[in-house]
């Protein structure tokens, strides 16, 4: 099942508990520790879903195995590209902080 993390809290705050056959898709806001915390031990996989609106719907993803992982946005799908460049369009090295740009098949025109 797709929704937010925001969807996610609302569904463990009415008391549902899971299921270890369950995949769970997290997406549309920002994946916190504390909510992985949560998700990981009641389903069978959760992964982080990440991807802006002018990218359609996911431009990456990351299986979450641990909370820390939560913050993680993974690797870029197929036929997509994610670079993260500094305030003059330089690439910047792995692990630097910087914006992220991303291209291919999956950006909207424009």
Known sequence: ?????????????????????????????????????????????????????ETTIWSSCKKIQ?????SCIGKPIHNTKIYVLDEKLQLLPVGSAGNIYISGDGVAQG
């Open 1 to 53: 099942m797709q929704a937010t993390p925001s969807t996610w809290r609302l569904l463990l705050a009415s008391d549902w508990s899971g299921s270890k056959d369950f995949k769970i898709l997290c997406g549309g806001e920002p994946f916190p520790k504390d909510l992985a915390l949560k998700l990981c031990p009641i389903a069978k996989e959760v992964w982080n879903m990440y991807g802006p609106t």
């Open 66 to 70: 641990k909370s820390t992982d939560a």
